[in-house]
C-alpha cells in the first residue's frame, strides 16, 4: 500500500466520497504532478475498500479516521452536497487545505459556516469549478472584469442540461428534498450559473418559478426566473434537464458591447459610440448606434478537473493565484437558494436571502416529503465526459 511521506513540492490528497465524481478525481491527480493520491473515505465500506485497492492507498469509512490518520495535506470533499459541509469544516479545522465539489452545499446557511472555517483556519479553500478554466468562458469573465462591455443592461442563461430517468434512478440521494435540496438548480446547473453570476454579476432580485415537468423525481428539473441587477439590468435564466442537444447560453448586452457564449464558441461585439451617447446625440430619426464584432484569440484548451487541482496544489506551493477560490461558491448558490424561495413563496426576493427563511422553507419541504425513491440499482459511476 502506498504511504507518501510529506514533501515540499508535491501535494498529498485524500478524497471523501468516493462515488462517480470522486472516483474520476482519484484518476485525474495522477495526471497532476504537483498532487499525489494518499487515502480515499466512503461511508459505504464496499466502495471504500475497492477504490482504495484499486489505487494502492489507505482507505476509510468515516472522514474523522482519515483525517486523523495524518496521510493529507488537502482533501476533495465530493460527498453529495447536503454531506459537504461536516467533513468539509472537519478537514479545515484539522489544517487540511480543502477542494469543495460543487455546490459548496445545498443552502446558503452552512455554506456560510464553511466560509467562516476557511477564514479562521487560513487553509486554502477552493471550488470545483473547472469550466471557468475553458478558453472561450475564461476569456468572457476577462473582457467583462476589464469593462469591455459597460453597463449590463440585459442578462440571459439559457441551459440544456439533460439527464434521463436512469440517472436519476442511480441513487437514493439524488434529487429529493432530504438527499439533494432541490434538482437542477443544485446539481446540474451550477457550473453555468457560476459563469452567468461571473459574467452578469448578482442580481438584487429574484422572481423565480421551478417545476417537474418531465422526470419522476421530488425537485425541480426546470427552474426559470427573471432578475434585477443593482445598476438597473434585467435577467432571464432557464435551465432544464428535459431539454437535450445544443445551445447552453449566456448572452449579455452593456452599454458598450454584447457578448454571446455559446457552446463554448464566444462572439464580442462594441458600440464604438455607447448606447446612452448615442442616444443622447442627434442623429437621422431612423439611426442606430454602429455595432462591430471584435475579433477573440482564444489559447489553449480546457484542463478540466484536473486543471483546478493543478491549480490548488500549485496556490498551496507557490502562491499560483486560485482560479475558484471556495468563498466565491456562494454566487451561484445564493441565486440558486433564491430562485427557489422565491418560487414557492410566488413573491420576488431580494439578494441576498435571509438565511433562516431558507432553512425553514428546507425544513418543512424535507418534513413533508411523501415522495418514494425507486432506486433499482445503486450506481457509482463517473460521467464519460470527465474521465
Ligand atoms: N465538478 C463536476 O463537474 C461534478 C460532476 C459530477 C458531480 N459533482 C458533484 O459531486 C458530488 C457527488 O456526486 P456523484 O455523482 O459522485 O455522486 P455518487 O452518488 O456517485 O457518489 C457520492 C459518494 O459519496 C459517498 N458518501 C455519502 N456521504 C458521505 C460521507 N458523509 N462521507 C464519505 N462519503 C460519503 C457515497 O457513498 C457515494 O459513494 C455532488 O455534489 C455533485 O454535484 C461535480
Redesign the pocket.
Known sequence: MTETKKSPNIVRFGI?????????HCNGIKDVEEAVLTAV????PV?AEKVGTQHNVPYFT??KQMIDAGLCDAVIV????P??P??AIDAMKAGLHLIS???LSERVSTADQMIATAKETGVTFAI???RRMEPAAAKAIELVHNGAIGTIRRATLISPEYRNQSYYD??G??ATWKGEGGGVM??QS??VLDLFVQIAGMPSLVYGNIETALHNIEVEDVASAMLKYPEGGTGFFYCSTNEAGPGQMIEIFGDKGKLVLRDGQLKVYEFPVSIPEFTAGEHDMWDGPECKEVPITLEGKAPG?RGVIRNVARHILYGEPLVSPGEEGLYSLELANAVMLSSYTKKPVSLPINRKEYDDFLQEMRSKSTFVKQVKQ??????PR?K
Not at 465530493?78 to 452536497?81: E, Q, Y
Open positions: 471523501i466520497g468516493v462515488g462517480g465524481m470522486g472516483q474520476g473515505c466512503d461511508t459505504d466502495t468515516h472522514h465530493a460527498t453529495p452536497h454531506e459537504r461536516v467533513p465539489e460543487k455546490p470545483m469549478f473547472q442511480s441513487g440521494w439524488r443544485m446539481n451550477p457550473h478537473h445503486i450506481k457509482r459511476k463517473t460521467d470527465h
